[in-house]
């Protein structure tokens, strides 16, 4: 007789194909299902944020060590995604201006970066939106 070791698929209604980031117009960053579950982000409480200013790339570190500086609380959602408060982030990137951050708006597929120093971050390119083939 064979032996399983079967788990239960649970997440439905997710959409586990969006591997993606969103900036919203209220300037927070979404972490959609696709790369919130092929990530793991539901093993990371807190996020901190970089910023290449030249190339217009942020870089999220996930991380479980709330004493590290300038660490985010990720809020974590019901459908396998987060979302992380990015208000002071814009703000000190558009100093005076975050009516900015509407030019940036939509959905970025991240793509990853490993650092000598860091580690393995995930970064979008401000810009470099993904294109939706359905309308």
């Known amino acids: 007789m064979e032996n399983f070791n079967f788990e239960q698929f649970t997440s ?13 117009a209220n300037a927070a960053f979404g972490l ?7 990530e793991k982000i539901k093993d990371y409480t807190y996020v ?5 200013k030249n190339r217009k790339v942020i870089g999220f570190l996930f991380t479980n ?10 809020s974590h959602g019901t459908k396998n995604s987060g979302y ?9 990137i558009f100093p005076g201006n975050i009516d900015e951050v ?11 970066y490993e ?5 393995k971050l995930y970064y979008i390119t401000l810009g470099e939106k993904q294109i939706d083939s359905k309308k």
């Open 84 to 92: 992380i408060a990015g208000k002071t982030f814009f703000l000190s």
């Open 48 to 52: 901190k944020i970089f910023y290449d």
């Open 115 to 119: 650092d000598e120093k860091l580690g």
């Open 102 to 112: 509407k030019k940036y708006v939509g959905r970025y597929t991240p793509k990853t």
């Open 65 to 74: 060590n709330k004493d590290d500086k300038g660490t985010i609380k990720i």
């Open 12 to 24: 439905v209604g997710s959409k586990l194909g969006n591997y993606r980031i969103t900036i919203s």
């Open 32 to 38: 959609n299902a696709g790369f919130y579950t092929a």
